[in-house]
Each structure stands twice: as structure tokens, then as C-alpha cells.
């Protein structure tokens, strides 16, 4: 997809693909892994829709829309051979997804240039097809017959921190979750605008991973599944920022979270 500055966003190989997909139990997904070409300038954006109700035919919801979309400007990718990369995304916010429910996700590779291209590859699945648009086509929908090549994860059993909007908006809140920590304990989310380092916090018996570290917002007790949930302003002279983040609790700790702040 082209992001022309001029707002015109109208080149013919803008397209977007969706990818159906039902999961066999209610389930939380946190990050999302597929095959294509190697990432564009821009990153990508991916998005999960829901089935069209008002059809029988495989389709998600062109006029409700998506139920979460965002953008991930950098990703984790490994060349596989023959021009393509297995990419991953920790995805911004956790999706809760039920059982045997009709669900879609679009990924498409965000370019600067018009008529760059990025190409998602072909998988094997239940060979229900992909749900096609091309702007070049007359923007009509369409079903290519094979599936893409895409794998949904669930959360790992280490704790883990995520942020929403990633990056950062200065002047507007941003939203922090933790997972997989132990349950129905006070927690803490700190930052350091230095970097990585080592620091021992005694009355937490934890040496976290961070230079300088600042407490961010008040502390949280975590919930019967281990989570615990932060939203709070960034300011706005953080415009401009690399900020370091990761959450502890008495003798646990999270992954160091790598953002930044926009304007």
C-alpha cells in the first residue's frame, strides 16, 4: 500500500489480501508470524475483521470494518531462501478471540513510492482461499484459490510486556500490558530514557535490565491470569525519544520493551 504525502494514496498496485481463519478454543492471540517478501520501507499494517454477517459467502466486513488494526514500522525477520523471510510481530494490543468463529487478518506492506510492491506468500491450509482487492483490478473483490502463509500464536509462558501505540504519541496516553506474571501481586512499570544496564532493586529482590530506571505510574496488582494493565500520558516534550521499558514484581521480571515517542 502506497502512503503518498499528497493524501492521493491511489496507485493501481495498492491491494489488500485477508486471510480467513477459526480458531478450535477460545484463545488469546499476541503475536503473528508470516512468509513473504522482505519488509517494506515502511513496515507493515495488520488488521483482524470479523465475518460479514449480512452473507454466507467467506468475506469480512468491508463496512463495519476492522475490530483492531495497527501499524508496526519495524519487525523481527529471517531470510528462509529464495527471496523470502519468515517475519513476526509482537502484536500492539493482546486479541481475545473466541471458538469457532469465522475471523480475518490483513497484513500489508506499507511503501513510500507508488508502485512499490510487497508480496505475502502462498501457505497451505484449509484451502478456503484468500479474499482479494486490487485498486488496479477496478477495485473489485475477489478470491485468489490458494491460501497465505501465516501463523497465529498465543502467549508464551514468560512474562511479557507490550505498549499501544508503538511508537508512542507525545501528548496522548499510551497503554501498557503485562502477562504472564504472578498472579495477585503488586507490580511495578519502570522506564529509563539511558538505555540498558543492570540495576538491583532490593526490596524486590530483581536486577532489572535497565540504566537509571524511573518508576511509570502507580503500582498494580496483577489479575488471576497474571496481568496487570497501565495507561498513562506521555508527556509532550518526550517527542523525539528512545524510552526503555519493563515491569517487575518481587523476584520477577518482564522483557525490556524498546519504543520511541512521535509527534
Not at 535497565?210 to 498513562?232: E, F, I, M, N, R
Request: with cysteine.
Amino acid at each position: 500500500m502506497w502512503q503518498d504525502p499528497s493524501g492521493q494514496n491511489d496507485s493501481d498496485t495498492d491491494a489488500i489480501a485477508w486471510e480467513d481463519f477459526k480458531l478450535t478454543q477460545d484463545a488469546t492471540l499476541t503475536r503473528v508470524r508470516w512468509i513473504g517478501e522482505p519488509a517494506p520501507s515502511l513496515g507493515f499494517q495488520i488488521s483482524f475483521w470479523p465475518q460479514d454477517p449480512n452473507t454466507i459467502s467467506l468475506q469480512p466486513d468491508l463496512f463495519g470494518g476492522p475490530f483492531d488494526e495497527h501499524t508496526y514500522p519495524s519487525v523481527s525477520q529471517t531470510s528462509i531462501g529464495n527471496g523470502l523471510y519468515s517475519i513476526e510481530v509482537q502484536l500492539a494490543v493482546p486479541q481475545h478471540l473466541l471458538a469457532n468463529t469465522q475471523y480475518f487478518i490483513a497484513i500489508i506492506g506499507m511503501t513510500h513510492g507508488a508502485f512499490q510492491q510487497w508480496r505475502w506468500a502462498q501457505g497451505y491450509g484449509p484451502n478456503t482461499g484468500t479474499f482479494y482487492w486490487q485498486r488496479g483490478n477496478g477495485s473489485l473483490y475477489s478470491r485468489l484459490p490458494e491460501d497465505r502463509a501465516m501463523t497465529l500464536m498465543g502467549p508464551d509462558t514468560l512474562p511479557t510486556l507490550v505498549v499501544s501505540p508503538d511508537p508512542l504519541i507525545a501528548g496522548q496516553n499510551g497503554t501498557f500490558t503485562m502477562i504472564k506474571m504472578t498472579p495477585s501481586t503488586r507490580s511495578y512499570l519502570v522506564y529509563s530514557v539511558r538505555g540498558l544496564g543492570s540495576t538491583f532493586v532490593g526490596q524486590l529482590n530483581v536486577t532489572l535490565d535497565l540504566a537509571q530506571p524511573q518508576q511509570a505510574g502507580a503500582p498494580k496488582t496483577t489479575d488471576a491470569s497474571g496481568c496487570a494493565v497501565w495507561t498513562l500520558p506521555i508527556p509532550a516534550n518526550a517527542a523525539g525519544r528512545n524510552i526503555w521499558f519493563q515491569a517487575a514484581q518481587f523476584e520477577n521480571k518482564t522483557n525490556v520493551l524498546t519504543t520511541s515517542v512521535i509527534r
